[in-house]
């Protein structure tokens, strides 16, 4: 006999799918009376990130927005590990020490399979490590001479990623940051040995810029900071912020030196959720040695039953990067690695050359570095902005920055293209096809005013 009652899983269908007119609106400042049940809430939340862009379109981000579904699996399993425990989770602890010994081998590190290093929540919190270790070296070589601690500085361009504007201003460090000049856009040999005095706690070269994706002469600012000492100068020690080219140079131009090939470079930090090819956040702050990482920064906890060893910012965080990290190192291996960024840069490459082809656009960086290229419009282009191109594409479901450079060179606006790996030839194809429609379309109709400052800002 069939009925027509509304029985309890009529009910559950229905809370799932049509939501009381009168039904509370989502919570938004104070937790809820009643909660909606797992399946609702799960509902709920989806339609909402349904307005988030789609992160495979998503040209403006250097963090990896695919795995392979083995790996993610992986993290999904081991997302209950916490890294900080190392006594309960002796395995997962092993697969950390293994990732820094083979980033030590990858990055030169001296003294064979024992590498000094560990990971972290992303290359912001690497990065802080690797600027503390400097700021403490120089204040034991000042007190052991005599000397004031007062007034530490650090040298670097102004391209640099905010994180080290934070450095900075938490440990109470003089930025002395480089402006662009020119066609300079980041911090060049001769720049960075002229700003440094008694006072510089190091220099950062960076591997990869975020506003171009080219790299910084490392090894000719090496050799500048070489000869400043030799001559009587300050001697000076240098941090290389490799957050995406550290796992782009070892594997595309593996005949560049920048790493610990360089004496004066004493430690490196990387992004393993950039192209280390692992969901956010996982990084990695390596040192050349023990002696470059200061004793009065590494703490001996008592935790859980176990005393270990611990020189991090944050400490309990999940294991499950450093898990994908290792799946990614053995999956791949050194040949997999070369084949997904040697095939990201041709696909940087090919679109710098189609976008550079199209007419209205130049060139600032082609992809040839990091697989990363920067155009601007040219001089003669005055209907429109590259602030229009972006917003036409935002329309296709591209993601494309659009901003400004900093301090003199505020003049020129630039949009950025992030080729990751995922990126395909064909996807890079449907790309160029809609830059060139919306191009077109600005050429022959122009583009109405902006609001007073809009898009002037670039802080990623």
Known sequence: ??????????????????????????????????????????????????????????????????????????????????????????????????????????????????????????????????????????????????????????????????????FCRYWDVEPRLVPMEGDRFHLDAEQAAAHCDENTIGVVAILGSTFDGSYEPVAEIADALDALAAGGGPDVPMHVDAASGGFVAPFVQPELVWDFQLPRVQSINASGHKYGLVYPGVGWALWRDAAALPDDLVFKVNYLGGSMPTFALNFSRPGSEVVAQYFMFLSLGRDGFTAVQQS?????????????????YRAITDGSELPVLAFALKPEVTGYTVFDVSDRLRERGWLVPAYTFPENR?????????????????????????????????????????????????RH
């Open 1 to 166: 006999m069939q009925t027509t009652g509304h029985g309890p899983a009529t009910t559950q269908l229905a809370s799932s799918l049509v939501q009381d007119a009168e039904a509370a609106p989502l919570p938004r400042h104070r937790l809820p009376d009643s909660g909606t049940g797992g399946e609702v809430a799960h509902d709920l939340i989806t339609n909402e990130l349904f307005l988030d862009g789609s992160a495979r379109l998503n040209l403006a981000t250097f963090v990896t927005t695919w795995m392979p579904p083995h790996g993610a699996a992986l993290m999904a399993e081991t997302a209950d590990k916490n890294m900080i425990d190392k006594d309960e989770y002796p395995q997962t602890a092993e697969m950390e020490r293994r990732c820094v010994n083979i980033l030590g081998d990858l990055w030169h590190a001296p003294g064979g399979a024992d590498a000094t290093g560990t990971s972290t929540t992303g290359s912001s919190e690497a990065a802080m490590l690797g600027g503390m270790a400097l700021k403490w070296r120089w204040r034991e070589r000042r007190r052991a001479a005599g000397l004031s601690t007062d007034q530490p500085n650090l040298v670097m361009g102004v391209n640099v990623q905010v994180c080290w504007d934070k």
């Open 344 to 360: 990201s840069s041709a696909v940087a490459r090919h679109i710098a050359s189609d976008v550079a082809a199209m007419g209205p």
């Open 410 to 458: 505020t003049d020129l606006s630039v949009l950025r293209v992030v080729v990751r790996a995922g990126m395909t030839r064909d996807m890079a194809d449907l790309f160029l096809a809609d830059l060139r429609k919306q191009t077109e379309v600005l050429e022959q109709c122009g583009a109405g005013p902006r609001p007073a400052g809009e898009g002037q800002a670039f």
